[in-house]
């Protein structure tokens, strides 16, 4: 996207609210008008004043004029701020839904604190080009193209100093932006760079910590901050260049006006009231100028912020919802994949022809050494993610036909990291179904064995535990994430290593809990600890994003396959038989 695309479709973001648009423009044409006519006057005054002249009338003139000024400099100083803050706020909100659907891929690749500063930088930047545009450059470039037909028509050859004047101002500025484009984007780049470093620390500050890492990360900082300034200089001194050019070209306008203007009055081909208002002209011309090369530097320093700002918005959502997607209703719970596969891009990781059924109020475990494709296959249920073939049906509607709301709005979820807000435990447990009572709360809370310690908290449920839970052990955020899970009281269930943070006492339980949770529930349950799959009515073994083995727990340990191997490295027995070791043939060599 270039520059202006890029400058032309933040101004059309005004559109938005046209009638004020329209009402500031107005406001902005008569603020571009008004000086000019002013220049004018005070030549004629100081003409009718050299002549001895009646000069009242053209004062008299000149302050109606003035009047006009006044007023709708009040307008445009009003009503541009109020709308670039309006339209700024609706530009944070439009990027915060984008970043939000976004997939995690995509969060993942940027990082979070990249995506932040994107959000606020770009926001920044289209606050104040709406409001410099609003209140200074329009005014300045109405003023421009009304100055100068004006001047030619007065006088042509005090007008053709203005015209050199104008051709220099552009000429620099294009020469300086030439120089400065590719610099610029690079210093953008650079500034994500340090807002995702600052993200990346600041989210591991307790691994920094712990790992004594003070030193090596402010060190690091600062190399990334020393490049910052190594492409920033340059730009920097190119900018600087145009000021001293510019200025120069303004100081020689004016010997150059009042020279050609002393001539042209010994021939008697101008007035003295004629060269004042050139003067006037030369005056308001730089000053325009000015605001517009001024504005042209940051459109030059804003469009890459802006660029990957527009880029945010325009990033498509991993998963898109059909035009016609109608809802999940009544659902029993009855999930099946049909040959299913997804590979991640430029890769050949993903999964591979999955098949399997999870009947109504069934439970199925997915389990597999890291990297198997366990959660990138619940993800896909979920979808977060779309299958390249195949489809995945719920009570037999396939879930790319559904709405992507009523589709979630039936499956509950207990991640391995728990995923709480910097807010009350309340507010955390109520993530699964806002509109409950103290009391739903509460007795979810009691299911997932959270309530006691809760009580103990100051202020109990309105404690506030800080980001990421930060003020809750493992155990405590595991069983608020449970709470909401229980609350949300969805007819499917997926467990992600649910039980993973909680210690031997604990999880026993929230065993118990999740087992009240489960019944009447499709459950699907993502596990290392194989103990916490051992009662399920089927379980998957995964390897390579494939389905390699699938049975109950006591066929696939007697298979002696993966499952029955990662038994017995783990020093599990089958259930009902806790005296007698399992037996797995050892793997051949090779």
Do not use: C
């Not at 996207?1 to 101004?11: D, P």
Request: hydrophobic letters at 50%; charged letters at 20%; glycine letters at 8%.
């Amino acid at each position: 996207m270039s520059i202006w695309a890029v400058y032309k479709r933040a101004l059309s973001m005004l559109v938005a609210e046209r009638g004020q648009a329209v009402g500031v423009v107005l406001a902005g044409i008569a603020l571009g008008i008004v000086p000019i006519a002013e220049g004018v006057l005070l030549g004629r005054v100081v003409n009718a004043l050299a002549l001895g002249q009646g000069a009242f009338p053209i004062i008299g003139l000149w302050a109606v004029v003035g009047l006009v000024g006044i007023l709708a400099g009040v307008v445009v100083a009003v009503m541009a701020d109020r709308l670039a803050h309006r339209r700024r706020l609706a530009a944070l909100g439009q990027a915060f839904e984008r970043a939000i659907i976004l997939p995690i891929s995509y969060h993942a690749e940027k990082g979070s604190g990249a995506v932040v500063r994107t959000i606020l930088a770009g926001t920044d930047a289209l606050f104040w080009n709406w409001l410099s545009f609003l209140r200074e450059q329009f005014v300045a470039l109405v003023g421009i193209l009304v100055l100068v037909p004006t001047a030619i028509y007065m006088n042509p050859k005090l007008a053709t100093i203005l015209a050199v004047l104008a051709v220099i101002y552009v000429l620099a500025n294009v020469l300086v932006a030439q120089r400065t484009s590719t610099g610029q984007a690079a210093v953008e780049q650079y500034h994500n760079n340090v807002y995702g470093r600052v993200g990346d620390v600041l989210g591991n500050v307790t691994v920094v910590q712990s790992y004594a890492r003070f030193n090596s990360e402010v060190q690091a900082m600062r190399s990334i901050m020393a490049e910052l300034l190594t492409a920033q200089y340059p730009v920097l001194t190119w900018w600087g260049l145009l000021t001293v050019l510019t200025r120069t070209a303004a100081t020689i306008a004016f010997v150059a006006i009042y020279a050609v203007g002393a001539l042209l009055v010994e021939r008697g081909q101008t007035s003295v009231g004629e060269i004042v208002t050139f003067v006037t002209f030369a005056t308001l011309m730089i000053g325009k100028l000015d605001l517009l090369s001024g504005f042209a530097v940051r459109i030059f320093q804003y469009a890459p912020t802006l660029r990957n700002f527009f880029d945010l918005l325009d990033a498509t959502e991993g998963v898109r919802e059909k035009p016609d997607a109608k809802p999940l209703e009544a659902v029993a719970g009855n999930v099946r994949y049909d040959d299913v596969t997804f590979r991640f891009r430029n890769s050949d990781q993903g999964v591979f022809n999955i098949s399997f059924e999870a009947g109504a109020g069934k439970t199925v475990a997915l389990v597999g050494p890291t990297g198997a494709g366990k959660t990138t296959t619940l993800a896909l249920l979920q979808r977060l993610r779309s299958p390249d073939s195949g489809r995945i049906t719920v009570d037999g509607h396939d879930i790319s036909d559904v709405t992507l709301n009523s589709l979630r709005h039936n499956i509950a979820v207990v991640f391995q990291d728990a995923g709480l807000f910097n807010r009350s435990i309340a507010e955390n447990i109520r993530v699964g179904r806002p509109d409950a009572t103290d009391a739903e709360v509460e007795e979810a809370a009691r299911l997932a064995e959270a309530h006691d310690f809760i009580a103990k908290k100051p202020d109990t449920y309105q404690f506030v535990i800080g980001e990421r839970g930060a003020s809750l052990s493992g155990g405590e955020r595991q069983r608020i994430a449970i709470a909401r899970a229980i609350l949300k009281n969805a007819p499917i269930l997926i467990l992600d290593e649910a039980t993973s943070a909680l210690d031997v006492e604990t999880e026993a339980r929230i065993k118990r809990a999740l087992d009240r949770l489960r019944s009447g529930r499709t459950t699907l349950i993502i596990a290392h600890r194989l103990s916490t799959v051992a009662n399920a009515d089927t379980i998957l073994v995964l390897d390579g994003g494939r389905i390699i083995e699938r049975g109950t727990y006591r066929e696939l340990v007697r298979q002696s396959g993966l499952f029955a191997r990662l038994v017995a490295e783990g020093g599990f027995t089958v259930p009902g038989e806790e005296a007698q070791e399992v037996e797995v043939a050892a793997p051949v060599p090779g």
